[in-house]
């Protein structure tokens, strides 16, 4: 449970770190960022876990997403994790970019030769907010996700398999229903093996259908130039499965914006705005 | 002169865009980024150049510095130039991070091998305004500078040699007065030779000694954690020289911060409105 710290930069009063530490759901040396806003000095602040798409790292979102001038306003600690466990000698781990290494897709695996560290799904909703809780000021009865692409499925996962756990959830560009697209048909056959039945426990569509929790509050975030939307992330299958099931969802459609950083960017203070509606409460 | 778009995203309702073009001064092919804020679609609009430094390319400020809010909300067009020729193949260019490749210092170097292409004060100052003034929707009256590091030291001896031509600077940890730090001295000696009053005619604090055109209003920016602030960058000695030539200065200093990108996207809202005061009057 050792963390250590390898990067410390003082940005909008509060102060933006990396950390690493040896996971014991991944079996591996993982790094995250966290960024602790000016008032975790003195008391226990909310917090929001950012799940980061395809092929990044802790860093991306860190570097290019500008969250920290909306988390110091808000007093949010936010943590970054990376994508997939890293260097755990598996063979075929770094052929390709949609699989294994910067895709751990947040499930946790049952095939071999991955199921030994790709447990993505459980260092996120377990692990990782344990050390969280234990070692920063974060208040454990204020957790929100939100992610774009591969982690904005990751984030609708976590949110619906755990009604309660985070208080709310955001997604720029989610791949909404991975059991339909390419991308996610790869990695769930994948991870999880051939039994298409076993997919449905990480597809958003379909747990949405069968939630059964408090009151929810989904918002999807999507360009409308995204060159993914219409094959890998499918909003619109999540938004029937929504009403279907009478859950409320609003998917703010962004005219014009694509799937980068630079989009999501220009409208993560509205993100932070609806959570702070839920964190702050 | 055409010019080659590599890339477009948009971005806060204008669009970041990435162009290379075969550049006269330099003899080679250059790139550089540029954001186009939404009311640049109807008229024309003033121009921020952004210096970076060392190591960096057009890409470090465009993707990390947050910048973009801050032009569209303003209708600032913002160009940010490569650091230095790239691949000129001159024996030595890649040898080391503060020389040559990256490292271009804002100079017309005068030293074989150098001088055919390392001419980036030329560059900066001639060549690519009237490039962005021909191409683009850019107001050739409003145009003000800017940098970090070693482009904090071009944005300065880019404005203080051309009175008028800009109508504000500021700069974030600029290098002051390279003629007394170490890689102000190899840079200027590598590419000016062994005549150390060659060097002045490219170092801010003996130029402003010698200033002689407009009242300007200088503003420079600095983080007292700054591992680079007593050997490299020397804001003392600037300030010291604005003095005695009484030019007004102001060195914001600003407590636990460093020379990284967090902490330029932390006060780069208040430079916008420095320069916001000189473009809009």
């Given at each position: 449970m050792s963390l250590k710290q390898i990067a410390c930069n003082k940005s909008f009063g509060g102060l933006q770190k990396v950390f690493s530490h040896e996971s014991s759901s991944l079996k591996c040396t993982m790094k995250f960022a966290l960024y602790l806003p000016p008032e975790a000095e003195s008391r226990k602040v909310p917090v929001i876990y950012w799940l980061s798409g395809l092929e990044c790292t802790e860093q991306n979102f860190m570097t290019k997403a500008g969250a920290q001038q909306h988390a110091a306003v808000n007093n949010f600690i936010l943590v970054i994790p990376?994508?997939?466990?890293?260097?755990?000698?598996?063979?075929?781990?770094?052929?390709?970019y949609d699989f294994g290494t910067g895709a751990g897709f947040y499930v946790d695996a049952t095939q071999d030769p991955w199921k030994t560290n790709?447990?993505?799904?459980?260092?996120?909703?377990?692990?990782?907010?344990?050390?969280?809780?234990?070692?920063?000021?974060?208040?454990?009865e204020r957790q929100s996700i939100m992610g774009h692409s591969m982690g904005g499925h990751g984030a609708l996962i976590c949110y619906l398999k755990n009604p309660g756990k985070y208080r709310s959830v955001s997604a720029f560009s989610p791949i909404c229903n991975p059991t339909q697209g390419p991308w996610g048909k790869k990695a769930l056959k994948g991870y999880l093996g051939s039994d298409e039945e076993s997919w449905k426990d990480y597809d958003?569509?379909?747990?949405?259908?069968?939630?059964?929790?408090?009151?929810i509050d989904i918002l999807i975030d999507q360009g409308t130039d995204d060159k993914f939307l219409e094959k890998e992330l499918l909003p619109d299958n999540f938004v029937a499965a929504c009403k279907e099931a009478q859950v409320p969802v609003v998917l703010q459609k962004r005219e014009g914006y694509d799937h980068s950083y630079f989009y999501i960017a220009t409208f993560i203070g509205e993100h932070f705005k609806h959570h702070a509606k839920y964190l702050n409460a």
């Open positions: 990376d994508t997939s466990p890293r260097g755990c000698n598996i063979p075929g781990e770094d052929e390709s790709y447990n993505m799904y459980s260092y996120i909703t377990q692990e990782l907010p344990f050390l969280i809780n234990s070692e920063f000021p974060a208040d454990p958003a569509t379909c747990l949405v259908a069968k939630y059964d929790g408090p009151p």
